[in-house]
């Protein structure tokens, strides 16, 4: 698998750090699979110019997800994305969380009905709308 690929396609936000939106991004890919366990990743110098930011902000989300122990990094090899799966899981678990918590704040102020907004997702989910990196 090339690991450069799919590295340009960041929207960053004027919200949150950049750094932890590259942690976000990291962990986006490894739930979707476009990340593997044991895959070697980009350099932080490599990362850096493919995301048109600073090094030093890539060697601050590296540096983040060392002790996230989402990537390991050991001499000079590569760093590698972690093979602890209950690590990845709960990755998969954090992602689906913070997805399923913002939508359910957002349509409580509207009021549905459990039963309602419950077959509206699901019919949402069915349609197979194209996924969105």
């Known amino acids: 698998m090339n690991t450069i690929e799919g590295w340009t396609e960041v929207a960053f936000n004027n919200r949150d750090p ?3 939106q590259v942690v976000r991004h990291f962990k986006e890919r490894i739930a979707t699979g476009k990340l593997a ?14 995301m048109k930011i ?7 989300a590296y540096k983040e997800m060392e002790e996230q122990q989402l990537i390991i990094t050991e001499g000079n090899s590569p ?22 918590g913002a939508f359910v704040a ?10 309602e907004l419950l077959q509206l997702v699901k019919n949402k989910y069915e349609e ?3 996924e969105h990196d």
């Open 18 to 20: 950049v750094y932890l």
């Open 37 to 50: 366990a044991g895959q070697e990743t980009p350099s932080r110098r490599e990362l850096g110019t493919l």
């Open 54 to 60: 600073n090094p030093n902000t890539v060697q601050k």
């Open 79 to 100: 760093s590698r994305i972690t093979n602890d799966k209950e690590l990845l899981n709960q990755i998969r678990s954090e992602l689906i969380g913070e997805a399923i």
């Open 106 to 115: 957002s349509v409580r102020k509207i009021d549905v009905p459990i039963e």
């Open 128 to 130: 197979g709308e194209p």
